[in-house]
């Protein structure tokens, strides 16, 4: 077999060339996932059949002087939330265990048609709600740097199976930092585009005014090919945005001459871990030494963020979760048929985990009458403070650099308490809440009680400026090997 190169775009032109087989790719990565997966617990479902049936159809394509698309040949796993027809959809929760996909999401169609080879689904947070991949019904993902830490979440499978060299790339969903927050703890590329860049066409919705589907990543080169796929306008999602394409490989390789990066006071909090602040001091020099313009400015509204998602997101939450009651699909309590309402309560008690069944409380209570004034409408007036501080900052700076997260990985349990949690989304909350586009990336490691953990930054930008984050991220890549950086991972583990 041929060496396989290592990112997206690089398998993709191989393949193209004739340098390496479709078939072989899926092979390898399949034997990568046959060789680690047991221990990581990275895929809820691998379709080896199916991945070796997509990759034969490439081959053939090529065979016959077609073109199979940009990412020709190249494997992506996607995030257990995005629909895949005749494939599981748990969603993590055992209130899906059985439930079988009816139809594909356009991002999942996009894909295809641009010659990628499907692997499988990998597991998440139960209906995307977590911060660590510990509220998988079906069993936790661990950290390929160290498996005693987690690996994020809610996306904590896609993010881990990239850093593991699984999968070139994957797919997640980011509602208040799942994307990114995770790609931070793995110690890889994770985009969150800006709302309604990219369909949501068959993603199970957690929060739909916050969701947004995204790529993990290798590098940010990568993110570019994918978005390229990924984006554009969709009929059946009445939010997708009507937007020019990005511009992929030629946007992101302008210079960064002249490029304004502000650096918010309140986001290198004393309480931040030290090599957090330290990696975003060390990252502002790079850019500097670049040629852009860095400067300090503030996001007042930066403590807000938290509290006002805490009110959106499970309100939301309440509302679209109240579709799984035992009725129409999902699971049925046994013995439940009798009442109605003990068939509501006892599915949904018996199918729905501890965090999922506390946010829908939380949404139900903000929702009802005598509180809905109280935080709910608060809570909107708190959305508007936050898009309308991110619009004014957009105004005088380009792109908007900081932590990803306040700390580096942590061990299993170690946030028991669900608000301390809650507040490890400290910074890329408000993306959700504002609109606005935002990507995490190496920026170095870390030691933690003698292992070896990544740190990461982020890069935000305003709504449709995916080009110019990417582009910042592209140059520091470019500038710096953090992103080369592989967990110490072998088969033998």
């Not at 301390?420 to 490691?445: E, H």
């Amino acid at each position: 077999m041929s060496t396989i190169p290592e990112t997206a775009r690089e398998i993709a032109a191989a393949v193209r060339s004739g340098g390496v087989s479709a078939v072989d790719v899926a092979e390898h990565y399949l034997g990568r996932i046959a060789a680690l997966d047991a221990h990581l617990g990275c895929f809820q479902d691998v379709r080896a059949e199916t991945a070796r049936s997509m990759a034969a159809r490439i081959d053939a394509l090529i065979a016959r002087g077609e073109d199979p698309g940009p990412l020709a040949g190249v494997p992506v796993a996607l995030k257990d939330n995005i629909m895949v027809a005749g494939a599981p959809a748990t969603c993590g929760s055992r209130i899906l265990e059985n439930f079988i996909s009816p139809y594909d999401a356009t991002v999942t169609r996009r894909l295809t048609a641009a010659g990628a080879v499907l692997l499988g689904r990998t597991r998440c947070d139960e209906f995307a709600m977590g911060s660590s991949t510990e509220h998988c019904a079906f069993g936790v993902v661990r950290n390929p740097w160290d498996p005693e830490y987690v690996p994020g979440g809610s996306s904590g499978g896609s993010a881990a199976a990239v850093a593991a060299g699984l999968v070139p790339c994957a797919l997640g969903s980011d509602t208040g930092g799942s994307i990114r927050q995770p790609a931070a703890f793995c110690g890889v590329t994770g985009l969150k585009p800006t709302g309604g860049r990219v369909s949501r066409w068959g993603l199970v919705s957690f929060a739909p005014s916050m969701d947004q589907i995204g790529p993990f990543t290798r590098d940010a080169a990568d993110a570019a090919l994918l978005l390229q796929v990924l984006a554009g306008e969709d009929p059946h999602d009445d939010t997708s945005a009507a937007s020019e394409a990005p511009g992929g490989m030629d946007a992101i390789e302008r210079p960064l001459d002249g490029l304004r990066i502000g650096i918010p006071q309140e986001h290198l909090s004393d309480n931040n871990d030290a090599a957090i602040n330290a990696a975003v001091q060390n990252a502002a020099d790079v850019y500097r030494s670049l040629g852009c313009d860095v400067s300090t400015v503030h996001l007042e509204t930066t403590d807000l963020g938290v509290a006002c998602y805490c009110v959106l997101g499970p309100a939301e939450a309440s509302s679209n979760l109240a579709r799984f009651d035992g009725i129409r699909y999902g699971r049925r309590a046994a013995g439940a048929d009798a009442d109605l309402e003990q068939t509501y309560s006892a599915s949904r008690s018996e199918g729905l985990g501890m965090e999922v069944r506390r946010r829908i409380m939380l949404g139900t209570y903000v929702l009802s009458a005598g509180y809905y004034d109280a935080y709910y409408t608060r809570a909107l007036k708190v959305r508007r403070l936050i898009h309308d501080e991110y619009a004014r900052l957009f105004t005088q700076v380009d792109v908007i650099l900081g932590p990803t997260v306040p700390s580096p990985p942590f061990r299993f349990g170690a946030h028991s308490d669900p608000l301390s949690m809650y507040l490890c989304d400290k910074y890329t909350v408000t993306a959700n809440i504002a609109g606005t586009c935002g990507v995490a990336i190496p920026a170095g490691t870390t030691n933690v009680d003698g292992s070896s953990l990544p740190v990461s930054i982020q890069l935000q930008g305003p709504v449709l400026g995916e080009d110019t984050v990417l582009r910042a991220a592209h140059h520091f890549q470019i500038a710096t090997a953090h992103h080369t950086a592989q967990p110490p991972l072998t088969a033998a583990t």
